[in-house]
């Protein structure tokens, strides 16, 4: 697979790296770190990594502009997106001559001329380490630092399950190849407002628990605007929940009036809960799941479902 792949990105000329809506930084880090690779590789080619970013994440690096119907003759890899509609800043990748998509999220859409796809790997970031590590591809320090902040980053500081052996050594061997002064990459990765902790603060207090284990908390635009944060915030807090002993999945509920929506973010450290998001307009890993819902409304039944799930976990875990 690593082989063809690297085939693919020498025969091109023109190379577009495109990864999901809403990046965080597995999907910078792999994508801003697999264009710098391919340009120390081959600094002829026009490399580029494209789709929006927000100013939180500006020490990941630059992203690109590029005015999509120049490139349909390019090759298009598409990197930690498991469905179509989320690719960042691609319309219709049917244009585009050829199509690579990798990523380790479980597949939704089945796309790409080449498509590898691996839910065993702890990040996108890990597998372009693979490739580099499979091929003739070179690695500079500003790549593995991109790649090392992402997989940090999508493992939770490798606490996440699918933090393996395998994500142990590759990270090993890119430290001693590259001597990235990783400590160092902590401060921008961790850094955060103190609005946000107090809204921590908060959700900590207010966490109601169910009897069989789920925690679960609603976070309306009122709350938003008391603590000067955004819509996004309740979510990219929703990690620090872990290894609560009374709570074995938890879910916040966090209004957004601009996109008229309610943003959902559940975890788990048992129960698989994918296949109930999925139900609810959403989906990702086995205990990591996002949904989006029209209002308040479908709070309950998502609650009532995501409980019951707990209660049989619990059932058949005694
Ligand atoms: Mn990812």
Known sequence: ME????????????????RHIGADPDALGSSIGLREIIKETFPKKEVYAIGTTSSKFKYMGNVDKIKEEDFYDALLIVLDTPDLKRIDGIKDISKYK??????????????????WVDD?????????????YSTR????????????????????????????????????????????????????????????????????????VTENGLGYLKITDEIIKKFEVDPASSGNLVNNFNNINEVLVWVTFSEDTKQNQIRVNARS?????????????????????????????MMKDLVKDLDELCKEYKKNNK
């Open 3 to 18: 082989k063809t792949i690297y085939k693919k990105i020498k025969e091109f000329k023109k190379i577009i790296i495109a």
């Open 98 to 115: 050829y199509v690579i998509k990798i990523d380790h999220h479980p597949a939704i859409d089945e796309f790409g001329d080449i498509s």
């Open 120 to 132: 065993t790997e702890s990040s996108v970031c890990q597998m372009i380490i693979e490739l580099v």
């Open 137 to 208: 591809l070179k690695i500079n320090k500003y790549a593995a630092e991109r790649l090392f902040m992402g997989l940090v980053s999508d493992t939770n500081r490798f606490l996440f399950y699918y933090t393996t052996k395998k994500t142990m050594s590759l990270v090993s061997k890119l430290i001693n190849d590259t001597g990235i002064d990783f400590t160092n990459l902590y401060d921008d990765l961790y850094a955060r407002p103190l609005s946000e902790i107090r809204l921590q603060g908060y959700m900590y207090q207010n966490l109601i």
């Open 269 to 297: 450290r048992g129960p698989v809960i994918n296949k109930v998001l999925e139900r609810y307009n959403g989906g990702g890993h086995k205990f990591a799941s996002g949904a989006r819902l029209k209002d308040f409304e």
